[in-house]
């Protein structure tokens, strides 16, 4: 039986991006999933049986264009998911120009040039382009400014995507996941230089869940903008 449909993944190493493809994977759809190096995507193949990889560095945007163009690319996509992204917390008076572009680079430009080279197998397939933003992409607290703002242009290119390719059938979706139960929240309780409970958080999977339910919404509709916030 062929797949389902055919996504492409990045951020599947953990978390979030973990959990939707595994669930993917185990409903029989076809996965190729961004790794950002050789060594990371031979890791990902074995862990996701009968998933393909593509190696692209979120780090260096201006390079995806090259890279790909190197490599077989799916001929149609019914969705793109920008589940990756990196954070650096710190006060505007100590977040240095390195911090801004690595942190601009992989959570905001990378996810735009992505797009911008699958965009003919998005319109396709009629496909679906998700981001994974973050409550920080709608209210900036302090010391999480350069992170914010990454999240915060995520949200703008996300609107003026959803407009611009809405004649076309693109659908796109933004998810605002609160704290989840992360590596990349472990990271962030050790920066504030607090105790993670992972416990306290939300699961991964029912981000995923989210995510799931936005791809598989009938064609009659599309969900643009989906806040998930702890139960607990």
Same mark, same amino acid.
């Given at each position: 039986?062929?797949?389902?449909? @055919?996504?492409?993944? =990045?951020? $599947? ?5 973990? /959990?939707?493809?595994? *669930? !993917? +994977? ?72 390195? @911090?801004?572009?690595? =942190?601009? $680079? ?5 996810? /735009?040039?992505?797009? *911008? !080279? +699958? ?78 409970? $992972? ?34």
């Amino acid at each position: 039986m062929a797949p389902m449909a @055919t996504h492409l993944i =990045t951020g $599947a190493g953990s978390g979030i991006g973990a /959990a939707v493809a595994r *669930r !993917l +994977l185990d409903r029989g759809d076809e996965l190729w999933l961004l790794a950002r190096d050789a060594g990371r995507a031979k890791e990902l193949a074995g862990r996701y049986e009968g998933a393909r990889t593509l190696v692209g560095d979120l780090a260096e945007p201006e390079r995806l264009s090259w890279a790909l163009s190197h490599q077989e690319l799916p001929e149609r996509l019914d969705s793109l998911q920008h589940i990756a992204g990196i954070v650096e917390l710190g006060p505007v008076g100590d977040t240095t120009p390195k @911090t801004w572009n690595q =942190t601009l $680079a992989a959570n905001l430009v990378s996810p /735009a040039e992505l797009t *911008r !080279l +699958l965009l003919p197998q998005l319109r396709l397939a009629r496909g679906h382009v998700v981001f994974v933003n973050s409550g920080a992409g709608l209210n900036a607290h302090a010391e999480w400014s350069a992170y914010a703002a990454s999240k915060h242009g995520l949200k703008a290119l996300a609107d003026a995507l959803r407009l611009e390719e809405h004649g076309n059938g693109v659908r796109v979706t933004t998810v605002y996941p609160g704290r989840t139960a992360t590596p990349m929240q472990a990271k962030v309780h050790s920066q504030e230089g607090k105790e993670y409970d $992972a416990s306290r958080w939300i699961a991964p999977e029912s981000v995923a869940t989210t995510i799931l339910t936005a791809i598989d919404l009938p064609r009659d509709a599309e969900i643009n903008d989906l806040t998930v916030r702890p139960g607990r």
